[in-house]
């Protein structure tokens, strides 16, 4: 069964989009992450997970310009199975895009596009503040 725990936005400012949701809905801060295709900061109302985004470029994002957009970008399903979800959704004609962190390790989502582009990703583990899967929980898996 697959559940409906994550949402991402790209912002332009990560700092003030943070301090706009959290304030706004009493969203908690759940993780910080820095990488080669941007900055994200994670909020969360402890079943599903906001991450604000800041793109670097198209690489990740799928943008031309991906510094000058706002707005949502994609979602994410928790499911029981990656490789069984990988066939149901290529089966429907969804396409393979990138995987984003290490299978093994807490923080790994398979991204995919719908047969409209639209972007989604799969994790088996979910997202940081979601289910009961923590920030320390994600740390931990990394040693």
Known sequence: MARL???AISVKDLEASAR???Q??????VGRESNEI?????????VINLALLSFNGERGSGLK????????HHFGF???DLADAQRRIEAA????????????KGNFERKFKDPDGVIFDISKNGWVGTDGFSFAHAEAEKD
Request: aromatic share 20%; hydrophobic share 35%; proline share 2%.
């Open 65 to 72: 310009d991906a510094k000058s957009f706002a707005g949502p």
């Open 24 to 29: 706004v809905f009493d969203l908690k801060e």
């Open 38 to 46: 941007g900055s994200g900061v994670y909020l969360s109302d402890g």
């Open 78 to 80: 928790q499911v029981d």
């Open 93 to 104: 004609g969804g396409t393979f895009f990138f995987d984003l962190g290490e299978e093994q």
């Open 5 to 7: 725990r994550h949402f």
């Open 20 to 22: 706009f949701y959290s």
